[in-house]
């Protein structure tokens, strides 16, 4: 068993930071099939982290994008494909599928996406175009969205935990299903194993 990380398209490692945890930062995607694994990204304002996880193959990554279109700077795009939604999902889904991820079983979720700033919120809407970027693209390709904690103006970390040891080992409330979660409080929301806290400064 083993973790891609893919930060270009070499799909270059990214590597775990310890054993147990890795951390995902901006323009940058984990996939794993590691029991004991925790994914998460921090302090995600207008970005979004887009997670998915297979029940079965027990494959799980996360992808964290800084914006909605590739065009926009093609050369970033080329080195870094994970900064964008419209070439970052797919990089997410085909590294997942290597590991043995079935797309009719995965459980995909979306977070962030918040507009932290006056200027985010008003005619740039970056948040906003990010999470429709995500919908739009999964919508298009046959993929349902099981959860969203996006919009507001709060910044949020997410976590995922791959499995049950994971889950023993970290804190996480043990479930079947992992990313399965409401997002109905300002101060935090859990649902299974898949975590998303508002945190206290926007990226």
């Not at 979660?181 to 649902?191: G, I, K, Q």
Request: aromatic fraction near 4%.
């Amino acid at each position: 068993m083993s973790d891609v990380g893919a930060t270009g398209m070499s799909g270059s490692v990214l590597g775990a930071r310890s054993r147990h945890t890795q951390v995902v930062g901006i323009g940058e995607l984990v996939v794993t099939d590691e029991p004991d694994a925790v994914i998460t990204t921090h302090a995600l304002g207008s970005c979004v982290a887009v997670c998915i996880w297979d029940p079965v193959s027990r494959v799980g990554g996360l992808l964290h994008y800084l914006l909605p279109d590739a065009k926009v700077n093609p050369e970033r795009a080329r080195v870094q494909p994970a900064s964008f939604a419209d070439s970052g999902i797919p990089l997410l889904f085909r590294s997942a599928y290597a590991k043995g991820l079935d797309k009719s079983r995965s459980k995909v979720c979306l977070v962030g996406g918040a507009e932290t700033s006056v200027m985010s919120a008003g005619s740039l809407n970056v948040g906003k175009r990010n999470v429709l970027a995500a919908r739009n693209l999964l919508w298009r390709n046959g993929v349902m969205i099981h959860g969203e904690a996006t919009g507001g103006r709060d910044p949020r970390t997410v976590a995922i935990a791959n499995g049950s040891a994971a889950a023993a080992g970290q804190g996480f409330a043990a479930g079947a299903q992992i990313i399965d979660y409401d997002f109905s409080s300002a101060l935090v929301a859990v649902r299974g194993d898949v975590w998303a806290v508002p945190d206290a400064a926007p990226q």
